[in-house]
């Protein structure tokens, strides 16, 4: 996973996709149509800032091992 914010090409995190289908639910909020839905499985800049918010999540290190929404343009495969 890249650094959404522009701050270069950062990889961040190692993670899986799981899906792109909008109308799946990312911890209770439709994914929509321009996100994918990810698995973080490591963080390598652990202080990054998620792409969304979510409750009791904000950086990459507190997603590890959770269902996170992420920009496809910012997603390595």
Known sequence: MI?????GNAIIAEGRIITSDPDDLVNDCRLGPSDVKVLVDAATVPDAYLWRLELNMCTI????????AWLPLSVLT
Do not use: F, V
């Open 3 to 7: 650094d959404w914010t522009g701050n």
């Open 61 to 68: 290190e507190s997603a590890i091992g959770q269902m996170i």
